[in-house]
């Protein structure tokens, strides 16, 4: 029990508690406090910032049309997605990494900035698609306006790929700090959700279809009841909502928007059957606009352990075979096989000197997903050496292709000459 022996000691006792309370409110649990869309000023709706394209022109086609086009795809990844208080950012509060330059973030984890070189040599070895997996939260202001400069060094590497007449997907990717699925917390996040795609949409308005968005990456509650295995049916309806918000959001952003290809992702983008089974496609106003993305990197010994052993993969094998094929499967059945287009947006198998090896993995995995319309885009985390997940293909200081047996089979696998 509290004993007040004065005024003065009650005045600097009630001062402390509402010091105390203020920042706990305001710092210690932002998510208890229910936001509304009158809470943050409006956003602009025209297109202010330098390097962002006059309107192209749209050539008129449909989802399967396009997906059909695209080859072989590569990711660029840990790049514009490195992020977190443990790789030398400093972490202000209310999703501002404010004294953190935009070099300092995009190379925290790679090492490196992205040169338009890379970009060029991706195309020349062979992919015709590039995934830029992108992470907003770190770059927000209290208000969720994205930093000026971050959003040019984004579109600046755009312009470099849509140069070299690449598909070209930008998407958000690692932003469960600020997407929630479940019923306390998603109501909030739906609302940062729709500001930031409107502010996405709007700065790459005028980009023709060879532009695609893909509304969330990998989409879950991390630690959370089976999160890499659909996770729970209350939280596939939430992520339904979060789909239907992402349409609406970038069909109202103006330019090219309103006819856009919008990619629509599985419960942490699993291609798994209880996550797919609970996709539902968003309503949308434009016909034959969405594409499905899924994730396998099948079998998971031997394309994501970590654990060297796992090196070995035949055609031979039924086991190794089917898992490939049960990966591919359940996005066929429901989804491309009715006329709606998917793609397999994240794949790969790292290096565990078995160069050979996963040759003739790509070789047949790509060629599965070939053969069932599902185009393939290699997971590249520029990582060739050490004890880590080691799927880096390009080296991006020289321009080379790590690993050209590797190519080699990605490149038949996809009908690539």
């Not at 790929?161 to 990717?173: F, L, S, V």
């Not at 998971?300 to 055609?315: D, I, K, R, V």
Request: hydrophobic share 40%; glycine share 8%; charged share 20%.
């Amino acid at each position: 029990m509290l004993f007040v022996k004065s005024w003065k000691q009650f005045f600097f006792i009630a001062v402390a508690l509402i010091i105390g309370f203020t920042f706990f409110a305001c710092n210690g649990a932002p998510d208890n406090k229910t936001l509304n869309v009158n809470d943050f000023p409006a956003l602009r709706t025209d297109v202010v910032l330098p390097g962002y394209q006059a309107p192209k022109s749209w050539s008129s086609t449909t989802a399967t049309a396009l997906v059909s086009n695209i080859k072989l795809g590569w990711n660029l990844g840990n790049t514009f997605d490195a992020h977190g208080n443990d790789n030398g950012f400093s972490w202000l509060g209310g999703g501002v990494y404010a004294d953190t330059s935009v070099v300092e973030m995009e190379k925290a984890w790679v090492g490196s900035v992205t040169t338009k070189a890379n970009i060029d040599a991706i195309k020349k070895a062979g992919f015709n698609a590039i995934r830029i997996p992108v992470t907003w939260y770190k770059a927000l202001n209290k208000d969720y306006i994205i930093r000026e400069d971050w959003l040019k060094r984004v579109t600046e590497v755009v312009n470099w790929a849509d140069e070299n007449d690449m598909y070209i997907i930008i998407n958000t990717h690692h932003d469960e700090k600020i997407f929630k699925f479940t019923n306390a917390e998603a109501d909030n996040s739906l609302i940062i959700f729709k500001r930031l795609w409107t502010q996405i949409a709007v700065q790459f308005q005028n980009y023709n279809e060879k532009l695609i968005f893909e509304g969330l990456n990998e989409p879950r509650t991390k630690g959370g009841e089976n999160e890499w295995d659909g996770g729970t049916s209350a939280e596939r309806v939430k992520l339904n909502k979060y789909h239907q918000v992402f349409v609406d959001t970038v069909r109202a952003a103006g330019g090219n928007n309103s006819k856009r290809f919008l990619m629509i992702t599985p419960y942490a983008a699993s291609a798994g059957q209880t996550a797919v089974d609970g996709l539902v496609l968003p309503n949308d106003t434009t016909v034959d606009s969405l594409i499905v993305s899924i994730h396998a990197y099948a079998p998971y010994n031997f394309a994501l352990n970590t654990n060297s052993a796992f090196n070995t993969w035949s055609t031979g094998n039924s086991t190794d075979t089917s898992a490939i094929i049960n990966a591919l499967t359940p996005a066929h059945t429901k989804f491309v096989s009715k006329g709606i287009p998917v793609i397999m947006g994240e794949f790969g198998a790292m290096n565990k000197n078995n160069d050979a090896v996963r040759e003739a993995w790509a070789e047949y995995y790509v060629q599965q997903a070939r053969n069932r319309q599902i185009p393939c885009f290699w997971w590249d985390n520029a990582s060739t050496a050490g004890t880590g997940e080691l799927f880096g293909l390009l080296d991006r200081n020289t321009n080379a292709i790590v690993y050209p047996q590797v190519m080699a089979g990605l490149k038949k696998g996809a009908g690539i000459q």
